[in-house]
């Protein structure tokens, strides 16, 4: 099993340029999200998933867009980068019991994001 | 909304010498889970704390849950090189959202 896999590992954007982050996991999770990480600021949730269609917001969902067509895939979009969102991005996903996400999240290796 | 402070920021230890990190949440947890993140590397899950005074133990970690369930620490005994990192806690509220403290950077000096 590879895990929780992320394409690309490293990407440099100029500003207004658009790029989407995928995510897959081959766990059957059913639970998955998107993190931010910046120095000193710890892991800041941007959007997460349920299931398979269904998306919600977290604590900094701002710049970004999210879809879950298929239950293995999340994808991070952003339409318009700015210098704002340079940052290394983490995918995670878990399983859930009795439809919550109880269980410990599986991280996939981050993707370093570097907006010009 | 609900916050996750943790404390301190930074420690430097000798190797050998005891660590504490402490974990702090505004509202009270539905479970706590603790990470660990090597330089460079991703968070990697160490342990879940669910029930209200908690406390469990993996060799030389020892992880606690307060009786209100809003605090929480993870202590490494006699640390070694390999405890090198950043620790995470996270905390889970009644709403199923799960957020993170800013973590503790431990440096371990020779």
């Known amino acids: 099993n590879a895990g929780v896999t992320q394409t690309p590992k490293f990407r440099v954007l100029k500003t207004g340029q658009s790029m989407t982050l995928l995510c897959a996991q081959d766990?059957?999770?059913?639970?998955m999200y998107w993190y931010r990480q910046d120095p000193g600021m710890g892991l800041r949730l941007i959007h997460y998933?349920?299931?398979?269609?269904?998306?919600a917001k977290g604590e900094v969902p701002d710049g970004y867009n999210v879809s879950r067509l298929k239950k293995q895939n999340f994808l991070l979009g952003l339409e318009s980068a700015a210098p704002s969102q340079t940052s290394v991005y983490f995918c995670?996903?878990?399983?859930?019991?009795?439809?919550?996400?109880?269980?410990?999240?599986?991280f996939g290796p981050g993707t370093r994001l570097t907006v010009l | 909304g609900q916050q996750v402070m943790q404390i301190p920021q930074y420690q430097h230890v000798q190797e050998g010498e005891d660590f504490t990190t402490y974990c702090n949440s505004s509202?009270?947890?539905?479970?706590i889970q603790w990470y660990k993140q090597r330089p460079g590397g991703h968070p990697v899950f160490l342990i879940q704390?669910?029930?209200?005074?908690e406390v469990k133990k993996q060799k030389r970690l020892t992880f606690q849950f307060g009786e209100a369930k809003k605090n929480s620490s993870l202590h490494i005994t006699a640390t070694q090189t390999t405890d090198v990192g950043t620790y995470f806690c996270?905390?889970?509220?009644?709403?199923?959202?799960?957020?993170f403290g800013k973590g503790t950077r431990l440096h371990i000096l020779p």
């Open positions: 998933s349920v299931g398979e269609g269904t998306t």
């Open positions: 509202t009270t947890l539905s479970n």
């Open positions: 704390l669910v029930k209200s005074g």
């Open positions: 995670a996903s878990s399983y859930s019991v009795a439809g919550h996400s109880y269980n410990e999240q599986f």
């Open positions: 996270a905390g889970m509220g009644r709403d199923d959202k799960i957020i």
């Open positions: 766990m059957n999770h059913e639970y």
